[in-house]
Antibody, heavy 118, light 108 residues
């Protein structure tokens, strides 16, 4: 069974940092592109970042470019999102998601809440 | 950036009725559109990929159609558990992989 489990969320002050993790199991992690998607409470889904299967290619939404860094450790089956320079508008539930070879997102984690507030 | 526009924002129907949800892309995305269902407090769940392919384990009452800029999610006979929020997403031109703003299906 495919499982994605996020962790690392919490309350952080503006300007602070957090590192989210997404532990994967039940599939060959190193074969799949992975994504981060966020959702502001009560609002819609916003794509944040993706990383290809071997970690050599990454992309970011303009709103997080230069502040967030996505990475992965295929030996640990884990995806990461390092978030620096956090702002109030980064407050959201962050989901990791697996991309199929078609490009859609067929499995999602349960999400981890990040709250940026003083 | 491709903008995905869903309509209506809220759709009020009764159990047993047919639901038709629309999604329009600001430019052609071929057939590279997915639909997701999100229940309150849960992660999104993939329903439809490549515009019309039903994902594993999804009931047959869910179907998708469309190509280019116009896409439709149809639920043939609404069950009580279907009254939640639905999102479309394009993955033809990225980054970013853009989502629609969602359609909330509510009980009339």
């Amino acid at each position: 069974e495919v499982q994605l489990v996020e962790s690392g969320g919490g309350l952080v002050q503006p300007g602070g940092s957090l590192r989210l993790s997404c532990a994967a199991s039940g599939f060959i992690f190193s074969s799949y592109w992975m994504h981060w998607v966020r959702q502001t409470p009560g609002k819609g889904l916003v794509w944040v970042s993706h990383i290809n299967s071997d970690g050599s290619t990454t992309n970011y939404a303009d709103s997080v470019k230069g502040r967030f860094t996505v990475s992965r450790d295929n030996t640990k089956n884990t995806l990461y999102l390092q978030m620096n320079g956090l702002r109030a508008e980064d407050t959201a539930v962050y989901y990791c998601a697996r991309a199929t070879f078609e490009g859609d997102f067929d499995h999602w984690g349960q999400g981890t809440l990040v709250t940026v507030s003083s | 950036e491709i903008v995905m526009t869903q309509s209506p924002a809220t759709l009020s129907l009764s159990p047993g009725e047919r639901a038709t949800l629309s999604c329009r892309a600001s430019q052609s995305v071929g057939r590279n559109v997915a639909w997701y269902q999100q229940k309150r407090g849960q992660a999104p769940r993939l329903l439809i990929y490549r515009a019309s392919n039903t994902a594993t384990g999804i009931p047959a009452r869910f179907s998708g159609s469309g190509s280019g800029t116009e896409f439709t999610l149809t639920i043939s006979s609404l069950q009580s558990e279907d009254f939640v929020v639905y999102y479309c997403q394009q993955y033809n031109n990225w980054p970013p992989h853009t989502f629609g703003q969602g359609t909330k299906l509510e009980i009339k």
